[in-house]
Nanobody, 124 residues
Framework: QVQLVESGGDLVQPGGSLRLSCSAPGTTLDYYAIVWFHKAPGKEREGVACINNNSDNIAYYTESVKGRFTISRGSAKNTVTLQMHSLKPEGTGVYYC????????????????WGQGTQVAVSS
């Protein structure tokens, strides 16, 4: 069992930046691929960024966030962050971190554990 806790959600203006964190109290996340999913109002969860386990830390992004979002592992072994720049109103919604085992997948069906989510609102 892996407990994931998201934080950092907030209200931000279009074009602004936000940094989300995913932590796992008492657990090292180095062994796990960590994925960030976005659930916009009325839509299904979509994987937006993923980082492989610590063997290579290769990151993957959905096309719509490439160049704007960066996923990385924190200096603490139980934290993964999602740095978001140039946020758009369609980025509003709940952001979840999740694990898909050792290797990345942006698909919901491969998720093993979910966090509870953190709310992001992009609005002027």
């Amino acid at each position: 069992q892996v407990q994931l806790v998201e934080s950092g959600g907030d209200l931000v203006q279009p074009g602004g930046s936000l940094r989300l964190s995913c932590s796992a109290p008492g657990t090292t996340l180095d062994y796990y691929a960590i994925v960030w999913f976005h659930k916009a109002p009325g839509k299904e969860r979509e994987g937006v960024a993923c980082i492989n386990n610590n063997s290579d830390n290769i990151a993957y992004y959905t096309e719509s966030v490439k160049g704007r979002f960066t996923i990385s592992r924190g200096s603490a072994k139980n934290t993964v962050t999602l740095q978001m720049h140039s946020l758009k109103p369609e980025g509003t919604g709940v952001y979840y971190c999740a694990t898909t085992g050792n290797w990345c997948s942006l698909e919901v069906k491969y998720v093993q554990y979910w966090g509870q989510g953190t709310q992001v609102a992009v609005s002027s």
